[in-house]
Every structure is written in structure tokens, then in C-alpha cells.
């Protein structure tokens, strides 16, 4: 079984700060494309970040220069250092993986997705 956990999330006030953590545990054999994505009350889910694993980024316009993702490919974990918070960016935020694993004795390539964690931007 493979599992991603996400930590980190919280309320903070405009222009705050925050970092987000996903780690990934289980038969992974390696970790491709890293993700986080995000999705307010009413609105679909949005990609925010994405990072591949030699560390090729790309942002969501509205994150540009406010956000950093990162990664350990050692600690299968993703990071999102979000700064100069703003009260749009509430939203539950999803940590997504492209992972291969190895599983009864059979290789297979698949999305994982974490379980979400709040963040909250108010005075």
C-alpha cells in the first residue's frame, strides 16, 4: 500500500506564510512527477505547482513568484513554501505523485493523491 501524508497547513493571515509537506510511504521504487494542487469552496481543482524529478518547475499564474515547490527525492517528500499569502488562496491543498511501485511481484506506474490539508488566508 502506498500512502501520502500532508502536513502543514493552517490559518495565517494576508501576507503570511506557510510551508506544506507531503511525504510518501510504502513499495515505491521511485517518485516521477511531483504535484500540488488546490480547490476552493464552489471552484474545481486547480494545478498550482508541479515538479518533475531531475527539478523542472512550472507555477500556476496566480503563484508565480509567491510560492516554491521543492522535493527530496531521498524522502519521497514534496515541499510548498507559500509566502506573501493571500485570502484567494484558501483552499484544501492536494499533494499528487506519479509514483512506481512494486507490488506483488509486479511493477506498475500510477497517480497517488494526499488526503488534503486546509489552508485558510484571514484577519
Known amino acids: 500500500q502506498v500512502q501520502l501524508v500532508e502536513s502543514g497547513g493552517g490559518l495565517v493571515q494576508p501576507g503570511g506564510s506557510l510551508r506544506l509537506s507531503c511525504a510518501a510511504s510504502g513499495s515505491i521504487v521511485r517518485a516521477n512527477n511531483m504535484a500540488w494542487h488546490r480547490q476552493a469552496p464552489g471552484k474545481q481543482r486547480e494545478l498550482v505547482a508541479t515538479i518533475t524529478r531531475g527539478g523542472i518547475i512550472n507555477y500556476a499564474d496566480s503563484v508565480k513568484g509567491r510560492f516554491t515547490i521543492s522535493r527530496d527525492n531521498a524522502k519521497n517528500t514534496v515541499y510548498l513554501q507559500m509566502n506573501s499569502l493571500k485570502p484567494e488562496d484558501t483552499a484544501v491543498y492536494y499533494c499528487?505523485?506519479?509514483?512506481?511501485?512494486?507490488?506483488?511481484?509486479?511493477?506498475?506506474?500510477?497517480?497517488?493523491w494526499g488526503q488534503g490539508t486546509q489552508v485558510t488566508v484571514s484577519s
Open positions: 499528487k505523485m506519479y509514483l512506481e511501485i512494486f507490488n506483488s511481484g509486479r511493477y506498475s506506474l500510477n497517480d497517488y
